[in-house]
Each structure stands twice: as structure tokens, then as C-alpha cells.
């Protein structure tokens, strides 16, 4: 199939995109490069022997929108574009709304014009509720606490009344909890701009010697070692998720959600000591207390993707530490122009 992958030059995207040209399908990226760099369209080739078509255009360009879908017969969406960190959208609220629920809205309105009705969208575990009651399955409660989260709360909000009212429609929300690693390969990987907000590129920095030292917010949980307990996947085996879902969803009507994690809590002392292993080292680490809203625990339940996708985690904590080690040990500064 033709799939546009909007957001597809970005971390996730981008290895996606790798997995797309490895099951024979087309991936038409389009994306703004706010937080992605061109330099990763010449990766993806180079991985994959196939240049992908790239379309530099912000998701809420409706007309680039439609030239795009109509211009490469575009099958099915995977829609990843939009702004990702919750810090940033305390502070700038507006840009999240705007970027995340004006993006989707006109995604949708684009797709509808041509007639294309398959969508795969990359939620987010933040639209979860603080619970003590884990691991979360699909039907747990929903509600989040940051704009970011809110923004994908109302997007799928939006894609579930678009399928009431038109069912023919497809759409399928991935609710994923921390992709960690890269592509085996060194070549595409977590590249963050300015202080990484996730661990574990901010672990892979310390390890390269970009950081001083890894901050632990907080040692004093109610967790075997006192430190935040996580869900880590493996971007690897978050990429074929959404194949997964493309697959099952193609040609299947109606509004599907599946959590995509390993089903495993880690802690931040054990994703630290897996990192050493990794990089042949002991990495320096200090204390500082909580952050607010910090929960001490929060891992999935994917039997639902297990049981209707067929697709549970392949890899293990060490591939994901020894794939990000090799990433950021080969690209130091992240990507850099060829």
C-alpha cells in the first residue's frame, strides 16, 4: 500500500517508515522538520535501499494535504505528527492544541475529501488517569493531567465520533508507554532537541559524555529499589505495531485501541545498570527529590494487541540499551548533515 506517514522524519516515524519499506509497502513522509532534520530522509535510504517520497509541509496545510494524498494514491494514514513534550505544553498550551487537535482535525478533513478512510494514530499512555490500579488495559480510566496528554485524549475523541458518524471509517488509536533504543543499524535513533525530557536519552548523553550525570527524581517510591517503575518498549517493536494495526484495521470499519508496551514495569536504577552493560561502565547518577505528578508505577497491559494484533515485544531490555548505545555512541551529536 501507499501510506502517508505524517511526522515520518521524526524518531519514531522515521523507523516506522524502515519497517513500512521492509513489508513492501510505499511510505509518503510529510513533515514540517520542527523537530525532525532532513538529514534522516538520506538515512532511511540508506538503511533501506528505498528513498522514501518526502513532502516538507506542516500537517495543517490542508491543501499540501490533499496534493499529497491525491498525488501518490495514498491507501492508509499513520499519523504521527504533532508536539511531544509535557513540560513544554504546561507552557505553551496553546502551540499543543493548536499543532495536536487542529492537526487531526484537518487530517481528517483532507481524508475525507479524497475518500481515504484507514488511519492508525500514535496516542500516547498519558491519556491515562493517576491509578494505583496497574498494569492499565483499554478500559481504564481516562484523563490526564498536561495539555500534551489532553491533546490526545480530544484527538481520539474526535477519530471515535468521526466513526459514529461515518462508519465506514478505520481508526485505530496506539497507546504507546516509552519507546526507548534505535535501529540496530546506528543510522536512526532518538535525536531530542536541547535537555532530552525522556530517561533514557538523557542516560545515553551521560554515557557519551554529553551530560555529567543522571538526575533521579525521587528515591523514595514504594518500588523494589525506591526509583519510578516504567513500561519501556523498543522502538523496534513499536514500529511493528503499527504494521500490526495497518494490517488489522485495513478494511476492518470502526474505532479500535490497543495499548502497545511490554507489560513489564522497569525501574530507573535498573534501566541505568542495563545502560552500564551496555556501554562497558558505571554511569554517575545523583538524587534529587520528586517531581509533582510523578506516579511510583505505570506499565500496560498488552494482551488486547496480543490477542487481535498478534504482536507482543520481541526485544529485550538489553537490545534496547545496546541499540541506543550504538546510536548515540556513532552519532554523538545526533544527526549532523552527510
Known sequence: ??????????????????????????????DSLVNAKAEVVNRI???????????????????????????????AVIHFAGLKAVGESVAQPWRYYDNNVQGSLVLIDAMREVGIQTLVFSSSATVYAETLDQPLHEGSVISSNSPYGRTKLMAEQIFSDVVAAE?????????????????????????????????????????????SALHIFGNDYPTP?????????HVMDLADGHLAALRYAHGRPGHHVFNLGSGRGLSVLELLSAFGR????????????????DLAAFWANPSLAEELLNWRVQRSLD????????????????????
Not at 3 to 19: D, E, K, M, W
Not at 185 to 204: R, T
Open 45 to 75: 535510504e540508506q538503511v533501506s535501499g528505498q528513498r522514501p517520497v518526502f513532502v516538507q509541509a506542516d500537517v495543517r496545510d490542508r491543501a499540501r494535504l490533499v496534493q499529497t494524498l491525491r498525488e501518490h494514491a495514498v491507501d
Open 278 to 293: 551496555a556501554c562497558g561502565k558505571s554511569l554517575p547518577y545523583e538524587f534529587s527529590p520528586r517531581r509533582p505528578g
Open 167 to 211: 462508519p465506514t471509517w478505520s481508526i485505530t488509536a496506539l497507546r504507546y508507554f516509552n519507546p526507548v533504543g534505535a535501529h540496530p543499524s546506528a543510522c536512526l535513533g532518538e535525536d531530542p532537541q536541547g535537555v532530552p525530557n525522556n530517561l533514557m536519552p538523557f542516560i545515553a548523553q551521560v554515557a557519551v559524555g554529553r551530560r
Open 1 to 30: 500500500m501507499n501510506i502517508l506517514v505524517t511526522g515520518g522524519a521524526g524518531y519514531i516515524g522515521s523507523i516506522t517508515c524502515v519497517q513500512l519499506i521492509a513489508a513492501g509497502h510505499r511510505p509518503i513522509i510529510l
Open 319 to 338: 537490545d534496547m540499551c545496546a541499540d541506543s548505545w550504538r546510536w548515540q555512541s556513532q552519532n554523538p551529536n545526533g544527526y549532523e548533515s552527510s
Open 225 to 233: 529499589d525506591g526509583t519510578g517503575v516504567r513500561d519501556y518498549i
